[in-house]
């Protein structure tokens, strides 16, 4: 029989337990390393000094080394005479001590000479053989590096814990250190497990898929300077799945696992976990995405059998791996990952129970505050991992989010870009052929969420340019009623996109002989919708409504409650035979190999708001919009779509 999750904790507790059956989480043995093997390590001891640095007075300039009394009351009108009597290059000894009315020529960085307090640059000096006119005092120490000004010999200089960085390096070995010693990284094993997956490379056939667990955990492990082992995919078999943990947790510090953690029957880690002899502690998290995570213990080793959704696994990872592999390298367990402030854009609900990890994107408002767009993929989402630029925490208290509320994002990495140009709205491949004529691509951000959330993001000022398909039943109108339904008419232009082709999306040589909307409404036909806000939905209920004459769609149509966000899930539904057809757009069944009965056109435009038009980047792509390059592009990589005569032109007011 399956497991059930008898008890879950929070991760706040499971890090207690943990702490607390290990003995305490603490730094491993210490090692001494040289030092071109030290980067990314952290101290296990304090450094000091063993020489003043510099070693010896050094010029900071190319000029003469001279005494300051010599020079006093030089000028462009009293200047000067010294005698040169000698050199000094760097690294050997002068040639010379400076006596009184003389001079050392010196290079920077080279050897002050005995007698000399002072170095006048070659700028204020003119030099005929051996005599040297001075036309500008110098103050008894100018450009002199004096030693030890920078450390002195017995300073401490690095102090046990400090992650030694290339800046670490760069002083270590300025003072001729060339071992160190170190805490010893945590050795890390991890395995992938589950018969669904197969390796990235390989051909992936149906309900499978490929591995991006073992992928992602190994480089995050790399990321928090672990020592890390990634010995691939095990299947969901008992035999196979003990010996390959028992066998890497001889040599291993950690094991971790990704997948067969919850409570299924063919789940069987925690099972695993306690036949190698560990102690299983949690089965189970308050946190979300994350639940079925396991945790045990054997002596002083840890084995975490960690979600196999990949963004369970990675949220997982941040929460409860992360700090314990920072404790254990002799770092602070919240050191990792740097923070800024943003606001939510939208209510949302949110922790209701559990401890929730929610993924964000970022978007640069033009009064530079942040707004934090949360994408809602689910715990399987790897676009999640790929899109987000960090994560929000929703607290087990916590029941929502609200408009505006100001939160802390954990970023996933310190190097946070974000791009010049926002893109929120409908979802359409013909975005990317515009970005691409105008050479935007790599410092743009297409997020998708509708085009009524592109228009309300251009209302809240998060977005520089919106995709917008909304028809007006009244008119028959694309987009130009909007601007009067968001409140929005003085602030708005509308900029003239392109035409594209719709219809509805079946299998190859149409098995049910859909021919058009009323086929919707047979009892052997199933759809796959889009979400609610869409421009393809809108134009699908506007359908429906004029078919049903009042019925509701949903008691009619089947499938109408299955809603994807994107055209590509249209067609992935329809092939995958979860559903017999879907409004889409003729790219995507020429795409996917599916065939297309047209239905209609219609016109998908940009909306800018006022303030937002001088931005280059907006320029450029609407510059880029009327191009004849663009059209040439666009009928090119994009079958069904065209421009018209008047895209890139302002169409509203």
Known sequence: MALVFHKLVSVVEALRLLNEKVGGIRPLDVMEVPLEEALNKVLAEDVRAPIDYPPFDRSTVDGYAIRSLDAAGASDVTPVQLKVVGKASIGLPPESAVGPGEAVEIATGAMIPRGADAVVMEEYVVRSGDALTVYRPVAPGENINQTGSDVSAGDYILRTGTLLTSREIAVLAGLGIDKVKVYRPPKITVFSTGVELVPPGKPLSIAKLYDVDGYVIT?????????????????????????????????????????????????????????????????????????????????????????????????????????????????????????????????FQAGRGFMELIPVQLVQNSDGS?????????????????????????????????????????????????????????????????????????????????????????????????????????????????????????????????????????????????????????????????????????????????????????????????????HTAVATAILQGRADTGLSLEAVAVQFGLDFIPVGEEVYDFVVRKVKLNKPSVRKFLEALSSSDFSKELSRSLPGYRTLPDSGKVVYP
Not at 229 to 249: C, Q, W
Not at 384 to 411: C, H, K, M, P, Q
Request: some cysteine; glycine content about 12%; charged content about 25%.
């Open 219 to 347: 480089a995050m492990l790399r990321e928090l300077g672990a020592e890390v082992t990634f010995k691939g995919i095990l299947p969901d078999d008992y035999n196979s799945m003990r010996s390959a943990v028992h066998e890497a947790l001889e040599s291993s510090d950690i094991v971790i696992t990704t997948g067969s953690t919850s409570a299924g029957y063919g789940d069987m880690i925690y099972k695993v976990f306690n036949d190698v002899g560990a102690e299983l502690i949690v089965h189970g998290l308050k946190a979300r995405p994350g639940k079925p995570t396991v945790i045990a213990v054997k002596g002083r080793k840890i084995l975490f059998g960690l979600p196999g959704f990949p963004l369970s696994a990675m949220m997982n990872m941040y929460n409860i791996v992360a700090p314990v592999v920072l404790m254990m390298r002799g770092l602070e367990p919240s050191a990792e990952l740097p923070r800024v402030k943003a606001r939510i854009p939208l209510k």
């Open 370 to 566: 942040l707004s934090a767009y949360p994408l809602m993929t689910g715990s399987g989402s790897i676009a999640g991992i790929g899109l987000s630029d960090g994560f929000i925490v929703a607290e087990e208290g916590r029941e929502y989010f609200d408009e505006n509320e100001e939160v802390t994002v954990n970023l996933f990495s310190p190097s946070l870009r974000i791009p010049d140009l926002n893109i929120i709205g409908s979802n359409c491949p013909g975005i990317e052929v515009v970005l691409r004529v105008a050479g935007l691509t790599k410092q743009s951000r297409v997020i998708s969420v509708g085009s009524m959330g592109g228009w309300i993001a251009v209302k809240r000022g998060d977005a520089d340019l919106a995709g917008t398909h909304l028809l007006d039943e009244g008119t028959m109108q694309y987009n130009v009623h909007m601007p009067k339904v968001m409140g929005l008419e003085n602030d708005v232009y509308i900029y003239r996109g392109y035409a594209r082709r719709v219809g509805l999306l079946v299998k190859k040589g149409n098995p049910k002989n859909i021919r058009g909307f009323e086929d919707l409404l047979r009892p052997d036909v199933t759809i796959v919708n889009r979400n609610k806000g869409s421009g393809t939905r809108v134009l699908l209920d506007m359908k429906l409504r004029q078919l049903l004459k009042g019925e509701r769609p949903e008691k009619v149509v089947n499938g109408y409650t299955y809603e994807v966000k994107t």
